[in-house]
T-cell receptor, first 117, second 111 residues
Framework: GAVVSQHPSWVICKSGTSVKIECRSL??????MFWYRQFPKQSLMLMAT?????????EQGVEKDKFLINHASLTLSTLTVTSAHPEDSSFYIC?????????????FGNGTRLTVT | DAKTTQPNSMESNEEEPVHLPCNHS???????IHWYRQLPSQGPEYVIH???SNVNNRMASLAIAEDRKSSTLILHRATLRDAAVYYC????????????FGKGTRLSVIA
């Protein structure tokens, strides 16, 4: 069964509104969560790394004030796309290493398809 | 991160074995070779990983060249559900590091 639950699986919103995406780890504590986005026909691009109880680290070119990440607990991380615009339409995916053991496989959520109209 | 090179696409007949190659000539001694796959409209899922020895699990086998500069993911009998993008990724031994995805190989399975 899924070890990472991501919600919602898809969302359509109007330009200028905000959207929150939740990522929950099931049966384990996720001290670190990675957020990716994927545009059509492209590969996954890392957006940010969040650690429980501290500020997220954003990749170059990703606006931290636009993509708000909260990782307040060991089982929940959220990504909020603020003032969404059509160019933010993408497939957003979270992942975690689970127990955080060195070189353990990553577990991924099933993704959230965001469409901004 | 050390880079990997994979063919853009491959095609297989159903019930046939599939060998997906990956070149990683700049691999370091502590890099593990990971394989993930992404089915349409889903997040990636872990397939297999290894360091030096060949590995087998219920999903696939991983054959690693003796010099570790290349590897091959083997699906023993392709099914239509195996149609996906397969990513070969090198990952160091440090924990809690993200995966860096390349373009992967898009596998098509023909009935």
């Amino acid at each position: 069964g899924a070890v990472v639950s991501q919600h919602p699986s898809w969302v359509i919103c109007k330009s200028g509104t905000s959207v929150k995406i939740e990522c929950r780890s099931l049966d384990f504590q996720a001290t670190t969560m990675f957020w990716y986005r994927q545009f059509p026909k492209q590969s996954l691009m890392l957006m940010a790394t969040s650690n429980e109880g501290s500020k997220a680290t954003y990749e170059q070119g990703v606006e931290k004030d636009k993509f708000l990440i909260n990782h307040a607990s060991l089982t929940l991380s959220t990504l909020t796309v603020t003032s969404a615009h059509p160019e933010d339409s993408s497939f957003y995916i979270c992942s975690t290493t689970g127990q955080g053991a060195a070189n353990s496989p990553l577990h991924f959520g099933n993704g959230t398809r965001l469409t901004v109209t | 991160d050390a880079k990997t090179t994979q063919p853009n696409s491959m095609e297989s007949n159903e019930e046939e074995p599939v060998h997906l190659p990956c070149n990683h000539s700049t691999i370091s001694g502590t890099d593990y070779i990971h394989w993930y796959r992404q089915l349409p409209s889903q997040g990636p899922e872990y397939v297999i990983h290894g360091l030096t020895s060949n590995v087998n699990n219920r999903m696939a086998s991983l054959a690693i060249a003796e010099d570790r500069k290349s590897s091959t993911l083997i699906l023993h009998r392709a099914t239509l559900r195996d149609a996906a993008v397969y990513y070969c990724i090198l990952r160091g031994r440090m924990g809690n590091t993200p995966l860096v995805f390349g373009k992967g190989t898009r596998l098509s399975v023909i009935a």
